[in-house]
């Protein structure tokens, strides 16, 4: 019996022995075969000077509405916005590299949008995709192949590309400046994103030692798709480009001329439909013709006044003697009309896009009399006006569609009072400065990317606006005016033609419904004395992109004590802002959501 038990013992130490050995050999197998399974998709035969048996490579699909067998044509003098998907065709997750064959020559330049996905990284197993834009950028004079291609390897480790291989590692980047040349330019939007648009207007031509007025500047973001075309207008000294239709033998001491951003190229810079499709303008300086003169500054959005002497300068020469005692003077353009002249028996009004000019200077130079000129105004949305003989003239307004304050036109030039232009193209982020720039005038376009995010939240949940002024203290007398209080969102005025509230007695002679007409040079005034509020109520709660206000500017009157404050429910207030003793001008106080 104990013989049999030993027996019987030997007999399952022996079987568990070969279990233990089969469940080895079992195991092992089994990580043999994941490994093999794993070193199927080597990168051994993607890299450089490595010898290994391998069982495969890693495979990937690159596709796109302009790409053929992994090419891309691209037109000499042409920039190519190209979308991709790289698709994964591997049972396994991945590290991968996007490139092109070859090397580039000079004037071919290939990037990507770094907003719109990476040309490297980790991708998943089938059927895992990654998008990504190129934007392939050739200033060479003729058509270029560009032939991509995507390297796989394991991943967290280094992708080493086969020669012949550049990798694709630049980021999209675009600045473009135009200069005064004379003659219209026009742009090609390289890649969709959003663009800075700045535009410096001339100054007045300086003529001796006389005193022309300075450009205006203007900038705002924009967003705007490949492939689209605008067009600029930049403004000279001594010349009559974006000023005034005239032949140069007859501007001599002329204004700046304006700089603009156009849909449509005219024939002539003052071609109607050309002209009402400017979306962007900076307002040229008036010129100036007589010791003692001065060229109204251009860019406000009501230009600044050119005065003048008749004799000469007296030695305390200033604007307002020059106003008082000689009464000369040629107003700059502003929203809905152009500059007008007074004190001088010649002289012009400036018109929409035109500064002053008299009809007897022919447009060829040649034919009928010509007048003396003196200061040309400065050219614009719309012009200042001219003097005749001597003197000076008045500045050019500036516009930016969708900029608080502006007064936008319809397709067949009649204004709308709100803020949009009607192309529905508009700008955010948007910023004026009058007297700004001396010389001839210049444009500059700059690419920030697929997004521009909004870095003040006290816009939100807006319905209401409230402006408080203490009429005590305006340093001129103890009323209190408004022009104008607007409320921008996507380029729209929404505050146009909504309910407001005056805090005081209002005077009769100018009615409250003043302050939401959008008309800049309407106005609105309490009787009252002390702080003094309006408020306006919008009808619904917004995400607003700007806030703005007026008090009346034409004296240059500034406030001790103003409060710009937004509510969601007329009860409880965020004051978005609080000054003391800032001048008035037309361009008014602003608030916006990249403040």
Known sequence: MKEKIKIGIKFLKKKLRISVVFLTLLFGLLILTISYSYAFYTIATEKKNVISLTAGQFSYQLSGANITNNQVTVAPGTTFELPLVITSKNPVESNYQLYYEGTLPSGLKVSYIKESGSPNGTIG????????????????????????????????????????RTKIDQVFSYNQTYGFTGEVQEWVVPATGYYRVTLNAASGAQISNYKPGAGGYVSGIIYLKAQEKYYFYVGGQKSSFNLVPLNDTYVYASGGGATDMRLVKGNTFWDTESLRSRILVAGGGGGAEWPGSQGGAGGRLVADTGWGTTYGPPDNWNEENAQINYNISCHGGGQTSGGSCAGYPINASGTFGLAGWYNQWKSDGVTGSAEDNGGIGGGGYYGGGSM??????????????????????????????????????????????PAYNVGVGKAEVTYLGLTHNKTNTKLNGVRYIKDCINSSSNLVDTTAIWNEVQAIK???????????????????????KNITDGDLESRSRTLTTGIQCVTVDLGAVYDLDEVAVWHYWEDWRAYNDHSLSVSRDNISYTTISTNSNYAESSIGFHIDAWD
């Open 125 to 164: 197993n089938n059927p895992n995709q990654k998008q990504l834009t190129l934007v392939i950028e050739n200033n060479t004079s003729s058509n270029q192949n560009i032939t991509l291609g995507i390297q796989g390897g394991l991943v967290n480790q280094e992708n080493i590309l086969l020669d012949n």
């Open 388 to 433: 005749g003989y001597a003197h000076a003239g008045g500045g050019g307004s500036s516009f930016i569609s969708g900029y608080a304050g502006v007064n936008a036109i319809t397709a067949s030039g009649t204004h709308t009072n709100n803020t949009i232009h009607y192309s529905g193209k508009y700008f955010i982020d948007n910023n004026i400065l």
């Open 490 to 512: 996507d380029g729209k005025n929404l505050a146009y033609g909504k309910t407001a509230t005056l805090s005081g007695t209002v005077d009769s002679n100018y009615p409250i």
